[in-house]
C-alpha cells in the first residue's frame, strides 16, 4: 500500500449536502482497500486562477493509504462527479 495525498476542489455553490455524499462514496472508496489518516478541510479560497468563471472553491486536503487500483478508481469517480471542480493526488515519499 502507498501513502497519498488528495486535494479536492469542490463548486463553490453546490450545496452541502452535495459536497459531503461525494465525499464519502469517495472515503467509502478508499477505505475499502485502505485508510484515511488525516482530513484538512480548508472551506472555501480563492483560487489562484479563475476556473469556468468561478473564482473560488470549496478546497479539502486528505492523507491515504491505498493500493494503485483503488486510486484508480478513486480518480475515475472523481472525473464524472459534477459537483468537483478539480483534482490531485500524489504520492507521498515512504518516511
Do not use: C
Not at 500500500?1 to 455553490?13: L, S, T
Not at 472551506?43 to 491505498?66: C, Q
Amino acid at each position: 500500500m502507498n501513502k497519498y495525498e488528495g486535494v479536492f476542489i469542490f463548486f463553490p455553490d453546490v450545496e452541502e449536502e452535495k459536497r459531503e455524499q461525494t465525499f464519502e462514496r469517495v472515503k467509502g472508496l478508499i477505505e475499502k482497500d485502505g485508510a484515511i489518516d488525516e482530513i484538512d478541510e480548508w472551506g472555501m479560497k480563492k483560487l489562484a486562477y479563475e476556473i469556468e468563471d468561478y473564482r473560488e472553491g470549496y478546497y479539502r486536503i486528505v492523507r491515504f493509504s491505498t493500493t494503485p487500483d483503488t486510486l484508480a478508481e478513486v480518480d475515475r469517480v472523481l472525473r464524472i462527479s459534477d459537483p468537483v471542480m478539480r483534482h490531485m493526488m500524489i504520492r507521498l515519499e515512504d518516511e
